[in-house]
T-cell receptor, first 114, second 112 residues
């Protein structure tokens, strides 16, 4: 029973392409997140949704667009991929937004742009 | 803005050695503090947390104490195992929501 799952696990694509990463959580959580981890392991939040509403939108290029069709899903679509987008993308969820609840992370999607 | 600074790695230890990974933070007020661990090829998992000054978080033999005087939250373990090899992230909760600001991560390698 995977709590937070992501697909695909690996994604290799060429510059200029458009790709999507899907995330699902079966924990009944209200809040979901997207993080980017670069090659030096530095982890930075990109977006957060609470009950399907966008509540965090960090300084991320407009080419990145999150979509939350329901509370259990948060997808990330990336247009016109660039070399600098190569990273590991993690989805996470937490019970609520308003307190210091534990965040549960998915296994990550390794995106390689060539 | 808020930030977290961790000691640079990699940290390489022999099995049963004592571990300390330093973490200091800069923030307004007294944010909740966390240690997350990332095992190879996996996502992050919460290791421990402390929500107010002088609290001690502990889990799996790891401990960290929230020290407001030194704005620190150092991670310690008395006797590390090979299975503790991972990347350790210190983080703080920013603002009234659940946004986390992470440190750069510290790679720990434990040799048998």
């Amino acid at each position: 029973d995977t709590a937070v799952s992501q697909t695909p696990k690996y994604l290799v694509t060429q510059m200029g392409n458009d790709k999507s990463i899907k995330c699902e959580q079966n924990l009944g959580h209200d809040t979901m997140y997207w993080y980017k981890q670069d090659s030096k392991k530095f982890l930075k939040i990109m977006f957060s949704y609470n009950n399907k509403e966008l509540i965090i939108n960090e300084t991320v290029p407009n080419r990145f667009s999150p979509k939350s069709p329901d509370k259990a899903h948060l997808n990330l679509h990336i247009n016109s991929l660039e070399l600098g987008d190569s990273a590991v993308y993690f989805c996470a969820s937490s019970l609520r937004w308003t307190e210091a609840y534990e965040q549960y992370f998915g296994p990550g999607t390794r995106l390689t742009v060539t | 803005g808020n930030s977290v600074t961790q000691m640079e790695g990699p940290v390489t230890l022999s099995e049963e050695a004592f571990l300390t990974i330093n973490c200091t933070y800069t923030a307004t007020g007294y944010p909740s503090l966390f240690w997350y661990v990332q095992y190879p090829g996996e996502g992050l998992q919460l290791l421990l947390k402390a929500t107010k000054a002088d609290d001690k978080g502990s889990n799996k033999g790891f401990e960290a104490t929230y020290r407001k005087e030194t704005t620190s939250f150092h991670l310690e373990k008395g006797s590390v195992q090979v299975s503790d090899s991972a990347v350790y992230f210190c983080a703080l909760r920013e603002g009234g929501g659940n946004k986390l600001v992470f440190g750069a991560g510290t790679i720990l390698r434990v040799k048998s």
